[in-house]
């Protein structure tokens, strides 16, 4: 089928270097050139303004973005929306918040135009082994969409989840799962790190690949990780979060539902960006105050 | 090769099949005469008492306990060992402490006999893919005994991880991971089944298990118990748990390692069998003392 | 001085009282009519519309606003905002979101009126010892209203904190902590009551009242909470949350700022009012799954 | 009374002091010579050998051990033991575990001897204000030591809790609970001086120990920390811990409580002393695998 896509950020050239793959025809935009030029190298067809992206697809068209969510999305929406018509299919594939997705959906549908939220999961993976899709939106939509999911997940690895909002939405809890699967590996492996024997970390890790209740493709990465650094000597213990993991846990208090491992591994990542905890700062004040506890001065060690 | 499996429940029944299947002559021993009737029934040698086990072996005898932890364990060692001979192997694939094996591996190396701990993964699905298997102990005595290791396991499914100790202490951090994993995914099944959209979760977990970042064992596990049923609506959130999740938790602390993840993995597993909150109580009879907030009288719903 | 007290709930009409007592001259308002005449009774000016608020005060007017926190503050605000004249001041002394109180402040500040923002707190207790006011805002508008901060409040309990919204915002955190130390408290009890001690709990923190680490007015209200139910039998574990203690926690993920103990002792709260866990039947699920567990049926015990 | 204090640490000579001051006799010993003579000064009967203390009181003597818990204790019993005659007290006022006061009750008490474990709280603050004092043991051996419990007490601050263990295992909840308490202080601050409003902590602290919900003595000392040091810039967030806050979580665990806030916060103070968290090196390398997402390298900033 034809279709384009815009954002040709890591996620975005991989998704149009799969599906030409299958031999669909890829309209590519970019905000800057260079990756539409390199893109049509490989055989898409480059379009270097939103308008000449419409211009390149025939009715209905497809056009999926894969940008950074938040005002980039609605900016996006904003310039493409006046020159659509009504049965095009717009697609958010990033990471944007499920909230604004049923804003969006709400507001482009009013034109007559489809909207699909895509959660995309797979990383620098996906290339290789496909894409997770979760789709939410109308039934329709999905249906004109589908050779392409089909191309770029792999077998069964895309479904319709639900009306608009169900794709992001369930993006989210994915990554706020993720979130706490990698911090109780992590734990698990720092007691390992400094227990009383001395594991070989990257064999431990492919030990439980194989049979264990654990098993998992994270742990896999762990087994790569581990085999390039066994006691990651090269690297901080400084871990960025995005928004996915921090709206888990709005969602989980919105909705009065208890959710405390998945928001302790995202507080462990501010605590993994703090160079001194003021928090701790206060308690060991307070210790001194009440029982002449020592201090550390501020700058040792 | 020839070897003796004491204990068989389920665990270790099956444990003596998938060894009969590779055609090891296997000697089982129980407490109550019934299982070994059973497994003489499908090939193996029933051994009545702990003394018959010995007699029904040559040294280097090769005996694996697959029997409660703790006192059992004790037990049977304190019988086997004045009927065993230098070289002998003892093995315990048990869910026992790492630091009682530790001990007895010292008692009964004294001897002259060889002791091998041995965590053993995989629970009612290792007869047909195999047992994870994590060894500790001497290279001498791992051996003696591969042959058995690999039946037991999947393809490079055991390994000899350290000295005494080091296998179940990797089974413990194995199983306190693995309570942090589930724990982790049942967050985020409880906010997608509380959430504004009606998630189909067998299909989502389905969808998940096919490229995403969270795919694993265990998430294939989910896809089957929400096919069985959907909302989980036949059982109550009353959850056990076993000597390992708290080991894990011991252990972290006497190594002054955070892990607040694996710690509260095990302790929501606590508030799930308390009918109600004593502390919980504690906070409502408070918030009635200083604001007059109303509190809900017991037996109420 | 004269000042106007909106909505007279328990802690504005006990307000009103405490201010009288002190010599002032209070009007007060709220939506149904039967608190204003039994303040009428007392001393206080009945004012049975919003407009007669402004009527029976001269400027500069000081309104006092104690009414539900979100939309009803704005309609209120609404209301007054054509009848009030520049220089007034308006207050609000409920539970306001902090961010609100910012945007009102700066809506207010456009026709000349002045806003504060006053997080209260004392609860049942302030009538008798005095409220502890947290206040945000201009410095010239706090001067107008001292006399009333002064009467209401204990001595020195009272406090500009910072321009609009600090007063609201430290409210906020107040709660915050609050939740956190009834948590730990209830934990501690929980842990004594279940313990092999049968510890007179109130005798306990009456004890602990006296010269220890921990005393604390909660404390003393915990001796008073256990000597009407030693045992707390009397009640659920149910408990309640308001808005402070989720937007403590939000505040802290904007702000990047660990607070695990703050969103467990919230978190706690949600799992208290849930009759079974969602998330704990998963978990239930999952260990059968993998390790033939069994598990308890819906309904039983 | 007569009595003897052995250990003459900062908690010991000030209770010494505090005994004096209301006319006891009291005999001192120490480990090292020097604190003896000093104490000898201000009118203490020196003894500088165990047997001297035991020379120096008349049956029934009263020999109140402030010594370091573990086997000093026992060490000093085990001196002490046999000097000792039928009807002697012995007290433990240090911070030993509960079950070894258990333990050491039973063997003492087999000779005719009286044990009472005090848990003492009160810190540097003792001298001043009077130590609280959670005793357990027979109420025969309280009676006797009495007199010296209300010299060293605050009115009231003294109780007899239950038999032997009793005493300890409040003070090691005590500490639970000073943990998690100090946490919930620690995490508002840190939330207020990371906001956007400029905070004045001290004056924060003192205005909301009048009359609000959160004021406590803890709250109090926080107003002397921040007034000596406004934004904590002379000490390092480093938190040491003693043992009672790790009895506490093991014992919650072994009570199958779930104890969150309590655990949560001895584990922050393992986390604050760690320069780097290798848990957190492990979640940044395995994003690093499946996202791409960039590390920071180990010795940057």
Redesign the interface.
Known sequence: MDLAIIGLG?MGSNMARRLMRDGHRVVVHNRSPEPIKEMEQEGAVGAYTPASVVDRLAPPRVIWMMIPAGDPVDDMINKLLPLLSPGDVLIDGGNSNWKDSVRRAAAVSERGIHYLDVGT??????LE????L?I?GEEAAFRIVEPAFKSL???????L???S??GH??KM????????????????????????????LA??A???N??????????E??E??FKE?PH?????????DSGEG?W??????D???????????????????????????????????????A???????
């Open positions: 890591r999961s797979g990383g620098i993976w996906g082994v496909g894409y997770c979760m939410g997940a792999p077998p069964d690895g895309y479904r989840l639900g009306p909002g169900a939405f369930a809890i994915h990554n706020g799962i993720e979130y706490g699967m990698l911090q109780a590996y992590a734990e698990g492996f720092e007691i390992l790190e400094s227990s009383p024997f001395e594991y070989d064999g431990l492919a030990l439980w194989r049979g264990s209740v654990v098993r998992s493709w994270l742990l990465l762990a790569r990780a650094d990651l000597e090269s690297i901080r213990g400084y871990v960025e921090r888990t846990v709005f969602q989980a208090i909705q009065d539902v208890p959710a405390p491992v998945l928001t302790l591994s995202l507080m462990t990542r501010f605590r993994s960006r703090q160079p001194d905890s003021f928090a701790a700062k206060v308690v060991a004040a307070l210790r001194r105050q009440f029982g002449g506890h201090v550390q001065p501020s700058g040792g060690e």
